[in-house]
């Protein structure tokens, strides 16, 4: 016994030096990811064993290969099957491109327009998408039609946005940033008025949950539809997020170093409208996600955007997961996901504020 003893604090003293903070965040930041996947896909009102959802996940792929090495038999239900392929896999990769998207657009708009205050919807993306799904709601449209409605308004919006902010040359970020606001509000105006006028027995508690955001309704055909914009501006955002280093010092200072700060802020913000249109549309309206999962990321890695971008983007899909877990299982029926992100959400900023954690360093 003292022997075994003897060896594990060899063991621990030699490999001591290694699990140092930053190794240990690390493992912390790309290792929750695959683990809250996996997590998700057994928790819900229908127990199944941990066990079992990795047997029926790995199965097709172990039964490819020849012989009984691998084969695994299918002792489970059909009703287990569906509810992990149809139900609750295609909600937990929705998870990840929600979340990630946001948390991924929000650190993209920080540091192009040099605030630590801004999310994804301040060019009024996200006022847009709601207005384009509550009118087609109200026209009796089908959850296809709501989708497109609702990332064809959510361009509208940035795009009435962008052409708003042209009018005047000087200070183009501050105009930038003054239209989104006054576009966001004139859609939230809208929405108020759908809301106003729908049935309130019918079409206005569709509008109302909607807004509110939940990831109830999300299949495979969803997934197919918006995974190529998500994943398109995703990927050109981490390739350039060496740049938006550049853009965070200073236009002139960025310009010396032969970085076209106009067309660079264009791909930045076309980027990020897609990935948010794409989230709002089949998730609906959630909000602190773009806001405080890139603060969590600069306490962990600091304020290089070449670390901040994809680490925000394992924090959001990260945390979205969690989030739609609780909003799943802690009551009998379903809570929006807007409601838990605000709940979770405007403490943990306080706390931040109060810890001055709220900046670039």
């Avoid at 060899?10 to 990811?33: A, E």
């Avoid at 996940?57 to 172990?62: D, F, N, R, T």
């Avoid at 660079?264 to 989230?279: E, N, P, R, Y």
């Avoid at 955007?305 to 877990?325: A, E, H, R």
Wanted: proline residues 5%.
């Amino acid at each position: 016994m003292s022997t075994f003893i003897h060896s594990i604090s060899n063991t621990y003293l030699i490999l001591r030096p290694f699990f140092n903070r930053k190794v240990m965040s690390s493992l912390l930041i790309y290792g929750i990811l695959p683990l809250l996947f996996i997590i998700t896909l057994f928790l819900g009102h229908f127990e199944i064993s941990p066990l079992q959802v990795i047997r029926v996940l790995i199965a097709p792929i172990a039964n490819l290969f020849p012989g009984n090495l691998l084969h695994i038999d299918p002792d489970w239900t059909v009703a287990e099957q569906n509810i992990i392929y149809q139900i609750r896999l295609p909600r937990a990769i929705a998870a990840v491109f929600v979340g990630g998207g946001l948390a991924i657009a929000g650190a993209a708009y920080q540091g192009l327009f040099k605030n630590p205050l801004v999310s994804p919807d301040i060019l009024g993306v996200s006022s847009g998408a709601g207005f384009g799904a509550a009118l087609a709601l109200l026209l009796s449209a089908s959850s296809l039609f709501v989708q497109l409605s609702a990332f064809f308004f959510g361009i509208v919006a940035v795009t009435i946005t962008y052409f708003l902010s042209r009018v005047y040359r000087r200070t183009p970020t501050l105009i930038l940033v003054l239209s989104g606001i006054i576009v966001g509000a004139f859609f939230t105006a809208l929405i108020s008025l759908t809301k106003y006028v729908a049935d309130p027995y019918d079409k206005l508690p569709a509008i109302t949950f909607w807004l509110m955001g939940s990831l109830a309704s999300v299949r495979y055909t969803e997934l197919f539809l918006i995974a190529p914009p998500l994943l398109i501006s995703t990927s050109i955002l981490i390739l350039i997020r060496w740049r938006i280093n550049l853009l965070a010092v200073g236009d002139d200072e960025a310009r010396t170093l032969g970085i076209d700060t106009k067309r660079m802020s264009q791909v930045i913000i076309l980027c990020s409208t897609f990935i948010t249109a794409g989230a709002v549309c089949i998730a609906g309206i959630i909000g602190w996600v773009g806001l405080v999962v890139p603060h969590l990321g600069r306490m962990l890695v600091g304020p290089d955007n070449k670390k901040l971008i994809p680490v925000s983007f394992l924090l959001g899909s990260s945390y979205l997961l969690v989030i739609d877990t609780i909003a799943r299982n802690l009551t009998s029926t379903e809570i929006p996901l807007g409601i838990l992100t605000a709940i979770i959400g405007a403490p943990f900023f306080a706390y931040l504020l109060g810890k001055r954690s709220v900046g670039w360093t």
